[in-house]
């Protein structure tokens, strides 16, 4: 095992991660900007590097800085955590070149799994079913109108470096593709630098399900289950359960097990992530696979029992898989509820504001990851998670009952500050959520019965982590 590891990120990841070194005995350093002096991982770390100014491209997102830091403090290892540099391939070179272990996947592996097309071509050689659609990247606006017309409308174009639901279009018909055509490769070159997109069907109704898995550099691996992450909106997940509701045994089986012989076929190791689709009839497709932890990880590990964290560290330091598939038992039903800094009632406006009252929730079986304390400043630079409750029970009824008492007692305020827990009572309370039933348009149904008059964003077909507040430059996760 390591003897220190450089945390390189911020707010509750940077915390999880922190925590679970500690519970191993391993040192920790924590980089930090300028706007992140005050933080709970700053406060908890052994060691702290401030690495920059606020702005993320200046901070989290500057490798020569990060890389500097671990070698300041004798750091071995690096956890990238979710978003920034987590799934930079590049960085996870300079690392290896600079004698540090990256807590992730080789970088050829995740540079094949980070880009879309390359990640669809792989996971179709493996034999996972993909949505009908290009395999390879669209080169023209003509070939796209061709795969359009053969897979028949809706059709999504998608940029093939995409993530954070950025570079997606949704296009209804065939007037419309030549411009979402445009439109998306010009965002992705804008954003990606990478104008490839590929177009396939889009699939409405569908129900958003992953599979988390872990791979060793030894060729085992495990899957822990399945996540239901269908309540989105705009391609960001509010609320996560585990294992996915209302899908038979033998289905979520199928899912489970193609995402492991996907992610081994691909020579993936560490903590990861296959997304799929499931259509009403039960039928799947591939998504994507999201090379590190994921911020709904809580849930698996509290019907698992299996600390993902602390499997990552131990794969990084090169030993082989502690777990063997048929000692993995799923016990019960865990929910998790992001609360993120948003005004629901201002189309989910970022709120920035000091926390003048922050008591989190306890009680049985209750959890709850977050940065924020009383007097901490959630400021205008990153993106608005403060805290994520989850809960487990021996039923998915119980489970959900148990959110709502936790969301109850969650008391949050501040000047200028407001939360998603209003709205995440609503989706609690829906009749379809409760039986199950609902699928990645229940968060749009919901926003239409509030404004009639507004045309809603289509439903999303596929989901990442925190987005960023709409005034800063920080990247999402995804």
Not at 151 to 158: A, E, R, S, T, W
Not at 312 to 340: D, F, K, M, S, Y
Not at 359 to 383: E, K, L, N, W
Request: proline letters at 7%.
């Amino acid at each position: 095992m390591f003897e220190k590891v450089l945390i390189a990120n911020r707010g509750e990841i940077a915390v999880r991660v922190l925590r679970a070194c500690r519970e191993l005995g391993v040192r920790t350093a924590v980089v930090y900007s300028a706007a992140d002096a005050d933080s709970a991982a700053v406060r908890l770390a052994d060691e702290s590097v401030r690495i920059g100014p606020a702005p993320s491209r200046r901070s989290y997102l500057n490798a020569a800085a990060i890389v500097e830091a671990a070698r300041q403090v004798g750091a071995q290892a690096v956890h990238p955590g979710y978003g920034f540099l987590s799934e930079d391939a590049d960085f996870a070179e300079i690392c290896a070149e600079n004698g540090l272990t990256f807590i992730g996947p080789r970088p050829e592996v995740m540079a094949a799994l980070g880009d879309k097309s390359s990640a669809r071509v792989l996971m179709s050689r493996a034999g996972l079913p993909l949505p009908a659609g290009s395999v390879e990247p669209v080169p023209t606006v003509d070939v796209a109108v061709e795969v359009a017309e053969g897979i028949g409308y809706p059709v999504i174009v998608k940029a093939a470096a995409g993530g954070g639901g950025r570079g997606m279009t949704v296009v209804w018909s065939p007037a419309d593709l030549p411009r979402a055509y445009a439109k998306t490769r010009a965002t992705a070159q804008k954003v990606f630098g990478d104008d490839r997109v590929y177009v396939e069907r889009y699939l409405t109704d569908a129900r958003h399900v992953e599979v988390q898995v872990l791979c060793d550099a030894h060729g085992n691996g495990v899957h822990l289950g399945t996540r239901d992450c269908s309540v989105q909106r705009r391609h960001q997940k509010l609320i996560e359960e585990a294992p996915a509701p209302a899908l038979s045994i033998a289905t979520l089986d199928t899912i489970a097990e193609t995402a492991l012989r996907g992610a081994l076929e691909a020579g993936f190791t560490g903590a990861g992530t296959l997304e799929f689709l499931v259509d009403a009839k039960e039928r799947f497709h591939f998504l994507e696979i999201n090379c590190r932890i994921q911020v709904e990880h809580p849930v698996t590990e509290m019907i698992t029992g299996v600390d993902l964290v602390h499997e990552q560290l131990h794969i990084a330091a090169g030993t082989p898989l502690r777990l063997r598939q048929e000692e993995i038992r799923l016990h019960g039903v865990a929910v998790e509820c992001r609360v993120n800094a948003e005004d629901p009632d201002r189309d989910f406006a970022p709120t920035p504001g000091r926390l003048e009252r922050f008591v989190p929730p306890g009680g049985p079986f209750t959890r709850v990851d977050t940065h924020g304390y009383p007097g901490y400043v959630i400021g205008p630079h990153y993106d608005s998670l403060l805290a994520k409750v989850a809960v487990w029970a021996p039923d998915r009824e119980l489970a959900l009952d148990r959110l709502e008492r936790a969301l109850d007692e969650f008391d949050v305020a501040g000047t200028a500050v407001r939360t998603t827990i209003p709205f995440a009572r609503r989706v609690l309370d829906d009749a379809e959520f409760r039986k199950g039933r609902h699928n990645t348009g229940l968060v749009d149904r919901l926003l239409t019965a509030d404004s009639p008059a507004t045309t809603p964003d289509p439903p999303v077909t596929a989901a990442s982590e925190p987005r960023p507040s709409t005034v800063t430059d920080s990247p999402t996760s995804d």
